[in-house]
């Protein structure tokens, strides 16, 4: 599918089509992880694909509908206008129905946001937007939802840029909201670190992450084992 070579890295990603450094680890061999491109293909497959822009330390990866597939969802609103929203509108990117954003700082990647449109995270708000999903126009390929395939892919990217851990803050906007991010970011593979509480000590990683929560850590080559045969499967 020509959609597949749409991503957008200025780092090189031959090392992300060879899937070879899980060999390295000595625990590994190639097959048992997955590589950007099957990530992408999986994606592909489900009417959806995947860019990745990255500034410096910061990466942005978004996931969109195939342009002409139709949804009469909403659209999610990125946080920060992309690098070529003056394009040729003709071009037809497709309807963004998720991003995440965050920082590559080897041997760590930060991931400060992970959205994905009218999924029920537990606030008021998505709560109402998980009511659109019989008009959203698209369904989750896994058990995960669609966080899995962004998640993939950013974590394969990051590791082909030299991370070997993730870390995440499931946000404590209210008790319920925390309770299901904690969840599913375990479900994922993510372990707990500590909790970002109202303490005095807690300051330094409230003003990194920008509020309260429970900070989350997952081992990124066990995670892409963890969920290679999923990918794998969705890709063929």
Known sequence: ??????????????????????????????????TCDEVQEA???CGMYITVTNLGPLYRAVLRLQ??????????????PEDDAREDPSKGKGKIIGYS???ILP???RLDTMRISAVNTGNEISKKKS?????RGWNSPSVHGLSLLLGAFVGRNAYDNGCKKAQLLAILDNDRQHKILSRHYKMLGFKMVKEV???????????MWGGCGTLMEADILEMMARHASEMKRMSL
């Open 1 to 34: 599918s020509p959609v597949s070579v749409l991503v957008k890295s200025k780092v090189s990603r031959a090392a992300g089509c060879l899937g070879l450094r899980a060999e390295e680890s000595g625990s590994l061999k190639s097959e048992q992880i997955f």
């Open 43 to 45: 994606a592909n497959r």
């Open 67 to 80: 342009p002409g597939v139709d949804s009469e969802g909403p659209e999610l609103e990125l946080d920060t």
């Open 101 to 103: 954003t965050g920082f």
């Open 107 to 109: 041997p760590l990647v």
């Open 131 to 135: 009511d659109e999903k019989a008009a």
């Open 197 to 207: 509480d109202d303490d005095i000590s807690c300051v330094p990683d409230r003003i």
